[in-house]
C-alpha cells in the first residue's frame, strides 16, 4: 500500500476528475497536479480555472469527487473518491508545485510522442485546490483486478 | 463553441486516450480511461467495454455520461455529453471494434484474455470544444473530403492499375505494387506477405523501407496484428499502436499477476518504433490471397485514407497478385523439359579459391543454416537443398519448375503450389545471406545455380 501510495503522487500523472450534478449528471475534466500530506488521507488536486468551472459547480452541490491518477507509459492507475472539505483558489506559492507536475507530465507524455512544447501550450493556472477526504481508494490498472478495493 | 462530432474525427483515432465519468444511483462519480471510442454517426458514438466494470454498472443505474477527448495534433480538447442506449455483442459494430483489440490482444500475447465484451452505444447529446483549455489557439483545419481529394483518388488508383498491367511476372508485379505505394500514397514502410494455405501461414515476399532483412518473416493466421487482419479478412488501421500496445502491456502485466500462461509476444514485422499501421487483407472472392502491411513513425499517417478506397485498392492488387501467380503455374507447366532446353548461361558452380561454404539442412527443424546463421526454411529449404544436393553429385547447375513439382519429396501442394512466390523468396534470402551462392531465373520456369565459392553439404 505504501508504494501504490508513492505512485500516487509520482510526478508526470494523468489526472482524471470525475462529478456529478444533484441530478446525476457526471461530468469529467483533467486535474494538473495532486498533493497529499497524510498518505492519500486527504487529497488536494488542482484543476485549471480555465477549464473546470462544471466541475466547481458540481463540487460546490454535491461536494462528491472523484479523482484517478494514473501513469501514462505504463497504465498503472488508482481512482480515489470522497468527499470534498475545501475548495478555494490556488495560493501564488503552489503555482510552482503546479508548473512542475505539468513540466514532469509533458515530460512523459514527450517519451510517448506528444511533444513537450505542445503539452505545455495546455491552461494550467490560475488554479483551483479541491481537497477531499479519500473515502475509497480503487485498483485501476487496466485488466481484470481493475475495480478492486485497495482501502 | 458546439461541434458536430465528424469535426472531430482525429479524437477518434485513440491516439490520446479518452476519459469517461459516469455516476450511480447514489450520485457516487467514477472516472476512468476508455480504450476507443468508435464514431458510429453523426448522432451516435460507441465505447469499448473490456474491463468496464464500474462504468457498466453505473451506465445499467444512470445511462448519463460525460466523455472528453483530445485532438491528437492540436491537443485540444473537447467534451461529449452522452445518453447510454444499449449493448452491442455482436453484428457489424461488434465486430469492427472487436477486430482492432483482438488484433492487440493477440500480439501482446492475450488473445482469449483481453477482448471485447460489448460495443456500448451511446446516443450524443452534445459536443463542445473545451474553451481555454489550450492558452494558444489551436491549428484545426477543417476537415472532409474535396473534390480535388476525391479526383486525387481515382489518379491513385488508377496509378496502381497501370504498374499492376504493365509488371511482366511476380517479382515485378510485388515491387511495382509497394513502389506506387510508396510513391502514390506515401506509405515508404510497407511489405506484402502471401499467404500459403497448406501451412496456415504468411510469409513476406517483398518489402520498402524495412530493410531486406524483413523477407522470409512469417505470422501465423490469426497471429498478431496481421494474423487477425488474414483471418478476419477485414482491413485493419489503428493510428495508435503505441497507445494500444502500452494499454494491452499493462493489461498483460495486470494478467499475468494471476493465474494462467500467457503466449509469447509476436514482434512487429517492421519498424521497430512504429506509431501506426494499416493492414489490408488480400482476398479473390472468399479467398485469402495474402495481406500488405504499412507502417510509419506519424500516429495519423494513414488516417486520412478512407477504408473502403484502399479496399478498392487492395481488390486491384489481390487480383493482380492471384493472376500473376496463376499465370506463373501457367507457363511453368508449359516449360519445355530440362533435356530439350538451351544450356543456360550461368558460370560453374565451384570456384576453388575461396573459402567454402557450410550449409547445414537441419531435418527436424526442415531448415537450412549458412555458416551458423539462419538462412530458409520449409518448401524452399527443400529446394535449396534438392538443387544443392543435385550440383554436387552431378555437376548440373540448370533446373525447372517442372522437376520441382514431380518431386513429392518437396512437399508442395497439388493445386496453387505458389512456386513461383517460393522461388522469390529462396531468392531474396539467398541475395541477403548468402550472396555467394544466387537461383538465377534462366527462362520460362527456369533456372540456374551459380555458386562463387566452394560448397560444403551437412545434414543432421
Same mark, same amino acid.
Not at chain 2, 487480383?319 to 543456360?344: T, V, Y
Given at each position: ?151 | ?89 455482436? *453484428? ?76 511482366? @511476372? ?38 520498402? *523501407?524495412?530493410?531486406?532483412? %524483413? ?74 490471397? *495474402? ?38 503455374? @501457367? ?34 527443424? @526442415? ?21 544443392? *544436393? ?45 550472396? @555467394? ?7 520460362? %520456369? ?15
Amino acid at each position: 500500500m505504501a508504494d501504490r501510495v508513492q505512485r500516487c503522487l509520482e510526478p508526470g500523472l494523468s489526472i482524471l476528475v470525475g462529478t456529478v450534478d444533484p441530478h446525476g449528471m457526471p461530468a469529467c475534466c483533467r486535474g494538473i497536479a495532486i498533493a497529499s500530506s497524510d498518505r492519500l488521507e486527504t487529497l488536494t488536486v488542482y484543476l485549471p480555472v480555465a477549464t473546470s468551472q462544471e466541475a466547481i459547480r458540481n463540487i460546490a452541490l454535491t461536494k462528491r469527487i472523484a479523482v484517478a491518477a494514473s501513469h501514462p507509459v505504463d497504465h498503472c492507475s488508482t481512482q480515489m473518491k470522497g468527499t470534498t472539505i475545501e475548495t478555494r483558489l490556488a495560493h501564488d506559492e503552489e503555482s510552482a508545485h503546479v508548473q512542475r507536475a505539468l513540466d514532469a507530465f509533458a515530460s512523459t507524455l514527450d517519451r510517448i510522442g506528444v511533444p513537450r512544447q505542445l503539452t505545455r501550450t495546455v491552461a494550467h493556472w490560475p488554479a483551483f485546490a479541491v481537497t477531499m477526504r479519500v473515502e475509497d481508494m480503487f485498483e485501476q490498472t487496466p485488466g481484470p483486478q481493475a475495480g478492486c478495493r485497495l482501502r | 463553441m458546439i461541434v458536430r462530432p465528424c469535426d472531430i474525427w482525429r479524437c477518434f483515432q485513440g491516439v490520446i486516450p479518452s476519459i469517461i465519468a459516469t455516476a450511480d444511483r447514489h450520485g457516487i462519480p467514477n472516472v476512468t480511461y476508455i480504450s476507443q471510442v468508435h464514431f458510429v454517426d453523426e448522432r451516435h458514438v460507441a465505447l469499448s467495454r473490456q474491463f468496464f466494470n464500474k462504468t457498466s454498472r453505473n451506465l445499467d443505474e444512470n445511462p448519463a455520461a460525460s466523455v472528453e477527448m483530445i485532438d491528437p495534433v492540436t491537443l485540444q480538447a473537447y467534451r461529449l455529453r452522452l445518453k447510454f442506449l444499449r449493448s452491442e455483442k455482436s *453484428g457489424p459494430l461488434f465486430e469492427t471494434m472487436s477486430m482492432r483489440i483482438d488484433a492487440i490482444a493477440s500480439h501482446t500475447g492475450m488473445t482469449g484474455i483481453f477482448k471485447l465484451i460489448a460495443a456500448d452505444v451511446f446516443e450524443v447529446q452534445s459536443a463542445e470544444m473545451v474553451d481555454g483549455f489550450l492558452t494558444e489557439p489551436c491549428r484545426n483545419e477543417p476537415a472532409g473530403v474535396s473534390l480535388e481529394g476525391k479526383r486525387t483518388e481515382i489518379r491513385g488508383l488508377q496509378w496502381v492499375s497501370e504498374r499492376i498491367n504493365r509488371a511482366t @511476372d511476380l517479382e515485378s508485379l510485388l515491387a511495382s505494387v509497394l513502389e506506387a505505394l510508396e510513391e502514390y500514397f506515401g506509405f515508404s514502410h510497407s511489405a506484402v506477405l502471401l499467404y500459403d494455405e497448406s501451412r496456415q501461414r504468411l510469409t513476406t515476399i517483398a518489402s520498402r *523501407g524495412f530493410g531486406p532483412s %524483413g523477407i522470409g518473416a512469417e505470422v501465423a493466421l490469426g497471429d498478431g496484428l496481421i494474423g487477425t487482419v488474414a483471418r478476419e479478412q477485414r482491413l485493419l488501421r489503428l493510428p495508435s499502436l503505441e497507445a494500444d500496445l502500452r494499454y494491452g502491456r499493462a493489461v498483460r502485466r495486470e494478467a499475468a499477476s494471476g493465474a494462467g500462461t500467457l503466449q509469447a509476444e509476436i514482434p512487429l514485422p517492421g519498424l521497430p518504433d512504429a506509431q501506426s499501421v494499416l493492414a489490408i487483407p488480400l482476398t479473390v472472392r472468399t479467398r485469402l490471397v *495474402g495481406v500488405i502491411a504499412a507502417e510509419d513513425r506519424d500516429p495519423m499517417r494513414f488516417s486520412e485514407w478512407d477504408e473502403a478506397y484502399l479496399q478498392v485498392i487492395a481488390n486491384q492488387i489481390a487480383f493482380g497478385l492471384d493472376h500473376m501467380i496463376e499465370r506463373a503455374d @501457367d507457363i511453368n507447366e508449359s516449360a519445355p523439359p530440362l533435356e530439350a532446353s538451351a544450356p543456360p548461361p550461368v558460370r560453374p558452380a565451384v570456384v576453388s579459391r575461396r573459402p567454402p561454404l557450410r550449409l547445414t539442412y537441419y531435418k527436424s527443424d @526442415d531448415a537450412i543454416f549458412v555458416d551458423d546463421e539462419y538462412l530458409i526454411r520449409n518448401i524452399p529449404a527443400r529446394i535449396l537443398w534438392k538443387v544443392l *544436393g543435385e550440383s554436387q553429385r552431378s555437376g548440373r547447375t540448370d533446373f525447372s519448375n517442372r522437376e520441382l513439382r514431380v518431386d513429392t519429396a518437396l512437399g508442395l501442394p497439388p493445386v496453387k503450389d505458389n512456386l513461383e512466390s517460393r522461388l522469390i523468396l529462396l531468392r531474396h534470402r539467398l541475395q541477403e545471406k548468402c550472396p @555467394d551462392l544466387l537461383i538465377v531465373p534462366t527462362g520460362r %520456369g527456369r533456372f540456374a545455380l551459380r555458386a562463387d565459392a566452394p560448397l560444403e553439404l551437412i545434414e543432421r
